[in-house]
């Protein structure tokens, strides 16, 4: 009984790893060190004193770079419906400006706006202009609308003289002038002060409106005083009247009592 157990402990010591078990020839170990020094990757870095103050002016200035990136999108995002706006006038600018033609100072659908100086609006428009000076801009087929307290008129011309600066505007050739108020003129010329509102004329001009017929040499109309004056010799026929007035003189239409007498 006792041999038995002997002899199955010395079997287990056996099985048991040997040093002589791990055991290389020197060659081997030789071909192992050299295959650790060709992998880099078992090569660690040791940082320098220049590379740990490059690490730490990285940090210093992310420090100072994250904030402020965070700072500027949120901006982005507050200021994005101005920006958008902005850039949805400026593509209907340049929808606009696709629809006209600039040749040799030669414009077509040309659109001029403007305030008088009791901070109305009033726009001019044409189908043909030319620059033909700094000032000056020569208009073809022109239509002027001057806006009034309550009240409008339109104004439109075969030809026509804009003057920037100045804010006049000359027209002639077919000029006819419609008010709000009913009455449409036709004449020969028409001079037109935008700045002040006032129209005026000096050539027979044929108006129709609510008081009737009227045939005059000339107009004085002034949009921010609600004034229409006819000047010159006139004939005028009221909606009330059964014949036609007689033509009257340029002394007789001076006289207020003379020109409204029936």
Same mark, same amino acid.
């Given at each position: ?10 079997? &287990?010591?056996? /099985? ?6 791990? #055991?290389?020839?020197?060659? /081997? ?18 940082? *320098?004193?220049?590379?740990? &103050? ?38 209907? #600018?340049?929808?606009?400006? &696709? ?20 901070? /109305? ?10 620059? *033909? ?104 026929? /009221?909606?009330?009247?059964?014949? #036609? ?8 239409? &001076? ?8």
């Amino acid at each position: 009984m006792s041999e038995g157990r002997e002899t199955g402990s010395k079997g &287990a010591d056996d /099985r048991r790893p040997q040093r002589d078990d791990f #055991a290389h020839s020197p060659n /081997r170990l030789q071909m192992l060190r050299e295959a650790m020094g060709r992998d880099p990757s078992r090569n660690r870095h040791i940082p *320098t004193p220049a590379d740990l &103050a490059r690490r730490r002016s990285f940090l210093g200035a992310a420090k100072w770079a994250l904030p402020t990136l965070a700072l500027l999108l949120l901006g982005s995002i507050a200021v994005w419906p101005e920006l958008s706006r902005l850039v949805n006038e400026n593509r209907a #600018a340049m929808r606009e400006m &696709a629809k006209m033609k600039v040749e040799s100072g030669n414009m077509e659908g040309a659109i001029y706006r403007g305030l008088d100086e009791h901070g /109305r609006p009033y726009m001019i428009t044409a189908r043909l202009t030319h620059q *033909t000076g700094p000032d000056r801009v020569e208009l073809t087929d022109p239509e002027a609308d001057i806006f009034m307290d309550g009240g409008w008129a339109d104004v439109r011309a075969e030809h026509g003289v804009y003057m920037q600066h100045e804010q006049t505007l000359n027209l002639r050739d077919h000029v006819v002038l419609y008010r709000d108020d009913g009455t449409l003129m036709n004449g020969v010329t028409s001079d037109i002060d935008l700045k002040q509102s006032v129209l005026a004329s000096d050539d027979w001009v044929h108006a129709e409106g609510p008081f009737g017929v009227l045939d005059a040499q000339g107009y004085f109309i002034d949009q921010h005083a609600g004034l229409l004056q006819f000047t010159g010799p006139q004939r005028v026929i /009221r909606n009330d009247d059964q014949s #036609a007035m007689p033509p009257q003189s340029a002394d007789a239409a &001076a006289t207020p009592d003379t020109a409204s007498r029936p």
